[in-house]
Structure formats: C-alpha cells, structure tokens
C-alpha cells in the first residue's frame, strides 16, 4: 500500500504526544520504534505468525486471547481498564464478533482507517456493504476480516435419485419439505436449534428485528410480514420435522441426523466445518446453490452468520507497521486467499480462495458462482447492534420452542426482549 497517508499522521505526531482517538477527530501519539503488539483469537494466529516470518525486520509481540467468542466482552474489559491506567492498549486486534466499534469507536479505541491510513483504491476490493459493521457515521474504523453469508448446501446424491429440484423460492423450500416428510421421513432440509438460527432465515427474509440506523439507534419490527411468513415457514418445517430442533454443533446431530442432511441453509464456513470436519461427509457429495428467495421479489437477500473484523488502536506509537500489518493481514494471498478458513471478505483475495476450495475436488459442483454472488447479496437491513441477537434468541425463542410452542407465537416476545436489550445499552427503541 501506499505509505504516504500514514506518514502524513505520524508526522502531525511528531509535533507533540497529541492525544488519543476520538469520534471527533484522530491525533496520533508521538510515532516510536518499537515492538507491535497483536492480539488474535487461536484461530488467527496463524496469520500473525506468517506475517512475523515474512517480514523478520518487523519486532512483534503475538497475544492470544478469546476473540470476544461467544460474546464474552474481553476486549472492552481490557481497553476500559486500559483507557483508565492509559497504558496497555495492543497495536492491532482481531475479534471474532462485528459489531465492536458499536463501542470501540465511542470509547475512542480505534483509529479511523479512511481519513488517511488505507487508500480508497485498498479499501475499494471489500464485497460490498462487508465494512458496513466498521462504518460509525461515515468513518471507517475498522476492516472486515472474513464473510460469512448464507447459501443453500445440498446432497447432490440424494436429489439425483429421489428426482428433486433444488428450490428457488421459500414457496418450493417449503413445498419439498412437506414432500420430503411424507417421501423420505427423518431426512432434513434444515435446522433451527442453533442461536445463529435467526441469522441464517429471518435475516435473510428481511424481517426488520434488527435494523440499526445510527450508533444508538434501532428500529425493531418482529411483527412484521416477512417475519411472520418465514417463521410460519419454520414452524411448518419444524412441525413434519424435516428441520431439526438440535444444534448442528451438538453430539446427538452428529450422530443421529449428520448423514440424513438432504438440504441445509447455511453460511459460507458450513462447507469446512461441518461438511468436511465435523460429518465427515465423503467427497463429490455436497453441493451449493443460492440462498431460495419469497417469489416475486426482485432483490435477492441472504443472511450472515460470523465473519470478523481488525482493529487499529488510535494510541499506536507504531501506525505505520500497524498499519502494514492490518492491510496484510485482510488483502494478502499468502494468507486470505491460500489459508483463511473462511471466505474472505477482501474480493481478490476471495478469488483465490474461492480457486483453492474448487481445486480441492471435495464438492459435487462449482460452489464459486454462488458464494461469490452471495457475498454481495447481505441484506442491508440487519444490522450490528452492542447487544447480540444470538443471545436475545437462546434466552427468548428457543425455551419457547422446547416447550412446544410455535416461532409465529414466539415473536412478540422476542420483539420485547430485543427492545429491553437494546435499551439497556442505551439505545433509543423504534418500532
């Protein structure tokens, strides 16, 4: 990249120590030599390790923690602690969740990445609306690491020799799974047991639970009709049980409902991680197509489960490494394209990685024209909220459904624990 952008602050640094990041403007601190700290999930460390042993002129000091899986709110434990001590703050984080500048950003954690750092030619390759979780009132303030959109995973086999069609609409989804009940009992086209279920069909359904519209701002509609027809679609699936109500990650699906997978909607990393690893499914056996859509709607929408995001501390002493670094690790072909688990979120890079997955000669199909189409489809109108939908559901929905009750009966309820949420983080309640 070019370096001029970064120069340029450190030298506006160099006049004095400045102070730290801010929603209102960035004043670098006096720019040092010294040791890079990164912080990376277990996952990631790799990539840091890769970078240390390409570029050994670069000191660097690699910490592992948590990644704010789960949620857990680690880092902004840490750079609470920090900001209070003024010391401590790590050069670059990864976090495993999207929605850190929802406070990072306030909290003046985070350099802005355009207004100087990254050229827009560079931040121009990202799938488009990927950054969307790092933009805090038009500023950039932080890079999307990976994507993880939603694309319907098949049996090729099993829709060869039963004679389906892979559906295009939620009308023929729903219609094969009906036939599918009575044709083909205990073989499933999805499932619902799982937090991230959400994510996966609502979201794509354009249902308007979640739709963040400024930095404390959201707009929270559960009763809406395209919230009630794909949880109508849910409970009808649920009801012949051609969903499961187990979680995909659980022992018992492994072992009971692994191999009676006919379909499966499901974000972009299902193919590594469940197909290959955990069901050990054999080679040639799955393929993918797009995410089904509701007839007659003319802009296709898919969900998005996952995905990560880089961090730039605004009180970096060492911007222009760190900034090296960040850029590195979210464009490089020695890592997103050759290694990341997941589809990147940097475009040339997904080509690469979308080329290596095909090459592999695991999947029964070309899955790159459906992922690659399915990165520029995540409907803009879920956003990334302080508070986790995925939380919110465990705790509301799925007691619901374990007791029997119906996803359609479910979403008044949903819709007031979302709104209790969010308000308690300060956010002023739409609906």
Request: some cysteine; glycine content about 10%; hydrophobic content about 40%.
């Amino acid at each position: 990249m070019a370096a001029g952008g970064v120069l340029a602050l450190v030298a506006v640094a160099a006049c004095g120590s400045g102070s730290a990041g801010t929603r209102d403007g960035f004043h670098p601190v006096k720019q040092t030599d010294g040791t890079l700290t990164v912080w990376v999930d277990s996952t990631r460390l790799a990539a840091a390790k890769l970078y240390k042993a390409r570029h050994p002129s670069v000191k660097m000091d690699i910490v592992t923690y948590d990644g704010d899986a789960n949620g857990s709110t680690y880092l902004r434990t840490k750079v609470s602690l920090f900001n209070r001590t003024r010391h401590g703050w790590p050069d670059v984080v990864f976090s495993s969740q999207n929605n850190e500048t929802s406070w990072a950003a306030e909290a003046g954690f985070t350099a802005p990445l355009d207004k100087g750092l990254i050229p827009k030619s560079t931040l121009a390759g990202w799938a488009k609306g990927a950054n969307d979780p790092c933009t805090v009132d038009g500023t950039l303030y932080c890079l999307r690491n990976d994507l993880a959109q939603t694309v319907l995973w098949y049996n090729a086999d099993l829709m060869t020799e039963w004679g389906y069609q892979v559906p295009r609409t939620w009308e023929e989804y729903e219609a094969l799974g009906e036939k599918v009940a009575a044709e083909h009992p205990g073989y499933l086209i999805g499932s619902a047991g799982d937090a991230f279920t959400p994510e996966i069909y609502l979201w794509a359904g354009k249902c308007g639970a979640n739709h963040i519209t400024g930095p404390k701002a959201v707009t929270v509609d559960t009763g809406g009709a395209n919230c009630r027809r794909m949880a109508g679609l849910l409970d009808t699936l649920l009801k012949n049980r051609t969903f499961s109500s187990s979680s995909v990650f659980s022992s018992d699906f492994d072992k009971y409902a692994a191999d009676k997978i006919l379909m499966m909607p499901g974000p972009s990393w299902y193919g590594g991680s469940l197909f290959q690893g955990s069901f050990r499914t054999p080679a040639h056996r799955i393929a993918v197509a797009p995410m089904p859509q509701w007839s007659g709607d003319s802009r296709p929408s898919v969900g998005n489960v996952g995905g990560g995001t880089w961090l730039l501390s605004a009180h970096s002493a060492h911007l222009k490494a760190a900034t090296a670094f960040l850029t590195w690790v979210t464009t490089s072909d020695d890592y997103q394209g050759k290694k990341a688990p997941g589809y990147p979120a940097y475009a040339p890079a997904a080509s690469t990685w979308l080329a290596q997955q095909a090459s592999s000669g695991y999947y029964a199909n070309d899955i790159t024209r459906p992922l690659r189409t399915a990165a520029n489809q995540v409907w803009p109108g879920w956003g990334y909220g302080q508070f986790s939908q995925e939380a919110i559901w465990a705790a509301t929905v799925t007691p619901e459904l374990t007791a029997g009750k119906s996803v359609v009966s479910a979403l008044p309820a949903w819709e007031r624990a979302i709104v209790n949420y969010a308000r308690a983080d300060g956010y002023e309640v739409n609906r």
